[in-house]
């Protein structure tokens, strides 16, 4: 069964310094992994995507299949980051579709 | 289209009582899914509808729940005699089958509270 950890519920940091988030996953076939970024009072909403390799709003996460992680990090933390991340893993193609989201970590960005 | 709505946005209900919660996902949106999300805790899956279609329905939680998307485009989420376990913030969310693979747009959420 695939499943997604994400070991930190809260991470706490100052303005500029980096961040990281971890998430780990589990899988056996080849998964499409997400970040989810819910800001305060808005909707989850989708932050990137391991496929499209691509940098967004400062983030950027790299799939690494030997370690199984897909870590979001950013170098230099904004307050306008704080929020809460969801990393997910979907099955690639179609077939029995289970997303799965791991529980989310809080960020905190202080002044 | 302003995005995925849901209807309603609360729901008080007493234990034993049957709540149904609607969807309406992005109009062009071929897919459609149901997540449940308590307190601390990330979306998690119960089902989802290709068109009309639901293609997996294992993860609803038990025979009390049930989905429905009878002409491919809304869909409602039933809850019969709920228990006070169910309370949670019931999500809805749409995809389309082409263009971004597999990103979802969720909906605000149903917040439903079991007395």
């Known amino acids: 069964a695939q499943r997604v950890t994400q070991p930190e519920k809260l991470l706490s940091v100052f303005k500029g310094a980096p961040v990281e988030l971890k998430c780990n996953y589990s899988y056996s076939g080849s998964p499409e992994l997400f970040w989810y970024v819910q800001y305060s009072r808005q909707r989850l909403q989708l932050l990137l995507r391991h496929i499209s390799r691509e940098s967004i709003k400062g983030f950027t996460a790299d799939l690494n299949k030997g370690e199984t992680s897909f870590h979001l990090k950013k170098p230099f933390a904004q307050e306008e980051d704080s929020a809460m991340y969801y990393c997910a893993l979907s099955e690639v193609g179609g077939g029995s579709y289970i997303p799965t989201f791991g529980r989310g970590t809080s960020l905190i960005v202080h002044p | 289209d302003t995005g995925v709505s849901q209807d309603p946005r609360h729901k008080i209900t007493k234990r034993g009582q049957n709540v149904t919660f609607r969807c309406d996902p992005i109009s062009e949106h071929n897919r459609l899914y149901w997540y449940r999300q308590t307190l601390g805790q990330g979306p998690e899956f119960l089902t989802y509808f290709q068109n009309e279609a639901q293609l997996e329905k294992s993860r609803l939680l038990s025979d009390r729940f049930s989905a429905e998307r009878p002409k491919g485009s809304f869909s409602t989420l039933e809850i019969q005699r709920t228990e006070q376990g169910d309370s949670a913030m019931y999500l809805c969310?749409?995809?389309?089958?082409?263009?971004?693979?597999?990103?979802?747009?969720f909906g605000p959420g149903t917040r439903l509270t079991v007395l």
């Open positions: 969310a749409s995809s389309p089958i082409a263009g971004r693979y597999n990103e979802q747009f």
